[in-house]
């Protein structure tokens, strides 16, 4: 009809494996978004990402990001680039509806 107008969402049709960090993770400054990720020396970069969608409460990242890089997720207001850090690991669970699902 005319006057008339409809939001349709539609995603993406095919899986396929992807990195997931914590939506609270990332950043956003005048470039875009990022995340705060640390050297093999323990000192914390700001590295400049591509997301994607929430799965949950997780965003996918889709460039910008290795699956071997640590992301800091806790303390991120304390977390200055270019600060040597002592890092706590931390493991996440495998995907996201096992991450869920033990809430």
């Not at 875009?32 to 591509?50: A, F, I, P, S, W």
């Not at 799965?55 to 207001?77: F, N, T």
Request: avoid cysteine.
């Amino acid at each position: 009809m005319p006057g008339n107008f409809v939001r349709v969402r539609i995603g993406a049709a095919d899986e396929h494996d992807s990195l997931l960090v914590p939506d609270d993770a990332l950043g956003t400054d005048q470039g875009g978004r990022y995340l705060l990720v640390l050297d093999k020396n323990n000192t914390v970069e700001q590295r400049k990402v591509t997301i994607g969608p929430r799965v949950g409460d997780l965003r996918v990242i889709e460039s910008g990001l290795k699956p071997d890089d640590r992301v800091v997720v806790a303390g991120i207001l304390r977390a200055v680039p270019g600060q040597k850090v002592d890092p706590q690991l931390q493991t996440a669970a495998a995907t996201p509806g096992s991450a869920a699902g033990g809430k």
